[in-house]
């Protein structure tokens, strides 16, 4: 980074006198103009100055650039934004010889303009501004953007607690939050590019149809084309599909007009469908194509091995992700073998959009002509094995007319060559000793207290987190329980306070006040009420996760420090398959499974909103069998065997665009909610950089 950015950041930081002064010395070393007064974007492309410096520059001097240039531009403020630099840059650089090459170039010059500009809505008003510049690049410019990692933005961007909840973790099935961090960059770099192609400022809800239908299809091909670039680039650097649903989510929001959010999103829906072909899109998933546990999915009573499973009542769609880790506790629910109460019976009661047919519960075990037997007698296919299929559309599915199937996959019987399994995720806490953070019977931080919260900032944007952040208040037994409980609950406000407001990165945090109730020592001694009295940060983050293990200030005149406690792993139900998600098993229990079924069943029947299809085996008891809508000998499948239900089977769902595709029929789009404005250009979101 060069010095005039050190600059600027330090400015924003609230940074030391001293250390700006070194860096401007620093800086009219480096370049002698550089350290005179002033003037503007026109004058620093003129000197040749490199566009990073160009950008810094600019942005060290935001604040009162436009204070003696009003003429050249509407308003009153002063401020020079993330937007009108790009545009400045980008047009004055094409009318200088001397500008720097690269500042011709739109790309480059909107991603100089993110890494000067240190905020969220920065990025959001750069992208903006450069696809209203350039909107036949629009492609090039959300893409590049989209796969940084320091956009300015982290995990949430501009995702609210509702739309988190109802969208993303409910898609991605697990009880944590589990969106890729990368994603933040992503999002905004959709939302904004979108937002700045000119069917937006063409559009009127007074054209004629012909304009308008002519304004859809092309502002559908563009966010296609957008789109599909973005993930091909992500690809490119070895991203997953995790930000796909994102993306496609983040792009709808760009989009002002209602009727020309709806005529887009549909044109997406039928290209996708239309593309699908007989190439075929998966609907739901139990187990983890190319993955085979040795003895079954699962532990506890969560175990696809002589059990039933049945879906959570919050869970209202399928797995559409065949290759992502799978523990059925995320999913499902264990009640036992034989237990045939609910077949047929289903309802959810989450608040869904409507969404596909899944499955909604596996039975797994022994029948009853097996049980007359001694185990060591019995024939292995003498099982119950059955699936239900629920519609949690609105509308009746022909499973045949539409062309369902069940995919079996299996492994190679013994393992042959082992795989790591899924990495596991571990909950970590970083105690706060309140005799440090807070005066005696305070909530107020104290002012010494910073440098070790800062190292506790450092700690959590160093981590890969995947939950929210948990901030608890612990008190010792000194005072009324009541008192102790507002205590706490005023010490984690204030430890969450200081962490969001100096530059803890945009996560989910919640507080909580737990007052005398969880002493880490007995009360019985003035040391040990010291070490209760305490906030405690916890987060969840991969198991193998480089974090800094100890933040730690030896300070000979005090008890000044801070301890991060790393706990047990979380349960298995929490994530992904972890050693203990399959009975216990280590990573060499895991070995590679087929990538290509080795059963298709074709299903046949109409199933009606909120109804259940059963599927059962042959072997399996009669009761289930008269209860079934299809008896087949081809549901044969194991208990550590990966169960797919596609429409129109075919390898298409080995990639993003089978997700993509799922995403636009299932989910019609919802508009962020921001304040009216009638005045195009779209306005910049709501706080992007706030926490969810």
Not at 285 to 304: D, I, K, N
Request: net charge negative; aromatic share 6%.
């Amino acid at each position: 980074m060069n010095s005039s950015r050190l600059a600027g950041a330090t400015r924003v930081l609230g940074g030391v006198f001293c250390c700006v002064f070194s860096l401007g010395l620093a800086a009219q070393e480096a370049d002698p103009d550089a350290g005179s007064a002033y003037i503007d974007i026109e004058t620093d492309l003129g000197k040749g100055l490199a566009l990073q410096d160009v950008a810094d520059r600019a942005y060290d001097n935001a604040d009162d650039y436009w204070a003696e240039k009003a003429a050249e531009r509407d308003g009153d403020d002063d401020e020079l934004s993330a937007g009108e630099a790009v545009s400045a840059i980008f047009s004055q650089a094409n009318q200088q010889a001397a500008a720097d090459a690269v500042a011709r170039d739109i790309v480059e010059v909107t991603t100089a303009v993110v890494e000067s500009w240190p905020d969220c809505e920065d990025t959001f008003d750069a992208v903006r501004a450069a696809v209203a510049q350039a909107p036949d690049r629009a492609d090039e410019i959300v893409a590049t953007i989209a796969v940084k990692r320091d956009c300015n933005c982290h995990n949430g961007g501009l995702w609210l607690d509702q739309r988190v909840d109802e969208r993303l973790r409910v898609e991605m099935r697990h009880d944590i939050l589990d969106v890729p961090f990368q994603c933040s960059c992503s999002q905004v770099a959709m939302y904004a590019g979108i937002a700045g192609l000119p069917e937006n400022r063409a559009w009127n809800d007074q054209l004629p149809e012909a304009e308008k239908q002519a304004l859809i299809a092309s502002l559908t091909e563009k966010v296609t084309v957008i789109t599909e670039r973005t993930a091909a680039l992500q690809s490119l650097n070895s991203w997953e599909c995790g930000c796909t649903d994102v993306n496609i989510a983040a792009s709808m929001q760009g989009i002002e007009a209602e009727e020309l959010r709806d005529g887009a999103y549909e044109g997406l829906a039928t290209r996708y469908s239309e593309e699908a072909g007989d190439s075929g899109l998966v609907v739901d998933a139990l187990g983890m194509v190319g993955t085979y546990p040795a003895g079954f999915w699962g532990s506890g009573e969560v175990t696809t091995r002589d059990n039933d499973l049945r879906r959570k009542g919050e869970i209202y769609r399928g797995d559409n992700l065949i290759l992502d880790p799978f523990d059925p506790a995320t999913q499902y629910g264990g009640f036992g073998d034989r237990n045939f109460a609910d077949l047929g019976l289903h309802q959810y009661s989450a608040a869904s959009i409507p969404t596909d047919v899944f499955i909604s519960e596996y039975l797994e075990g022994w029948n009853e002509a097996a049980l007359q037997q001694p185990e060591a007698e019995r024939d292995p296919e003498q099982r119950n094995r059955v699936l239900e299929l629920y519609n949690g559309s609105d509308e009746t599915i022909d499973l045949g007319a539409d062309q369902y199937f069940l995919e079996i996959y299996a492994g190679p019987g013994l393992p042959t060559r082992s795989v790591a399994a899924p990495p596991a995720l571990v909950r970590k806490t970083i105690s706060l000793q309140s005799d440090v953070t807070f005066d005696f019977d305070k909530s107020d931080i104290r002012a010494d207290a910073s440098a070790d919260l800062q190292k506790v900032i450092g700690v959590l944007n160093e981590a890969d987190i995947f939950s929210e952040v948990l901030i608890s208040g612990h008190t010792c037994d000194m005072g009324s329980d009541e008192y102790n409980q507002g205590l706490s609950e005023r010490r984690a406000d204030s430890v969450r306070d200081y962490l969001q407001q100096n530059g803890l990165k945009d996560v989910a945090i919640r507080t909580e006040g737990v007052g005398e109730a969880q002493p880490r020592l007995p009360n019985d001694s003035t040391a040990n009420r010291s070490r209760n009295r305490r906030v405690d940060i916890t987060f969840v983050t991969r198991e193998d996760a480089e974090i800094e293990k100890t933040v730690t200030q030896d300070d000979p005149a005090g008890p000044r420090k801070i301890d991060i406690t790393f706990l047990a792993p979380i349960p298995a139900s929490v994530h992904a398959v972890e050693s203990e998600a399959a009975g216990g098993m280590a990573a060499g229990d895991y070995s590679e499974g087929d990538m290509k079924p080795r059963q298709v069943i074709g299903l046949n029947g109409a199933v009606d909103p909120g109804a259940t299809y059963i599927v059962a085996f042959s072997e399996s008891d009669d009761r289930v069998k008269e209860r079934a809508q299809l008896v087949t000998g081809q549901l044969d499948f194991k208990p550590n065997e990966t169960l797919v239900l596609r429409r129109l089977g075919g390898e298409m769902a080995l990639n993003c665009r089978a997700q993509a595709w799922s995403y636009v029929t299932n989910f019609p789009p919802v508009p962020f909610i921001r304040d009216p404005d009638p005045d195009p250009p779209p306005p910049p979101p709501p706080d992007l950089a706030s926490p969810n």
